[in-house]
């Protein structure tokens, strides 16, 4: 289990700290947004999380691309990739993944880190709140629950 705080200071700025009390680590957390989507331009997104979900410890330094495709595509998906280098195994590893809006406040996204799959469904009410199952390496069940302020 994990405990996160995530300080939004500007639209394109989040840090905050990463608490894993099952090894004694703490991480920071940074994501910067420096490229912003445009309707013919993928998001750019760099930052620094702990490593990849089922490792013990580690952390790692990512950059993306995501793209929303609703408007060529008819459907409510945003695609991304990227690569990421971990601490845990001291490597590179390519990542991607795929985020879909449900109907009803309803997202799933599904993402590759490069090892496993890790599926999602995500359920958002009052804009403040989310509650979201996750399947962990694809097949370990577990819950988050997100209260934004």
């Given at each position: ?20 009390p ?13 490229v ?49 280098f ?16 449900l ?9 590759f ?37």
């Amino acid at each position: 289990m994990r405990s996160t705080l995530i300080y939004r200071w500007k639209p394109r700025i989040h840090f905050g700290v990463e608490y894993n009390p099952k090894v004694g680590e703490v991480h920071p957390l940074l994501t910067l947004i420096p490229v912003t989507e445009t309707k013919n331009r993928p998001a750019i997104i760099m930052g620094i999380s702990s490593d990849r979900i089922g490792t013990p410890k580690g952390s790692s330094f990512y950059v993306t691309a995501s793209k929303d495709l609703q408007h060529l595509t008819g459907l409510p998906i945003a695609p991304y990739f990227g690569v990421v280098f971990g601490t845990y195994e001291h490597r590179f590893r390519a990542i991607g993944g795929l985020s879909m809006r449900l109907p009803k406040n309803f997202t799933s996204l599904i993402q590759f880190d490069g090892v496993k799959v890790h599926p999602t469904l995500t359920y958002t009410f009052n804009d403040t709140h989310s509650l979201t199952f996750l399947m962990i390496r694809g097949k370990d069940p577990g819950v988050t629950y997100t209260f934004s302020f």
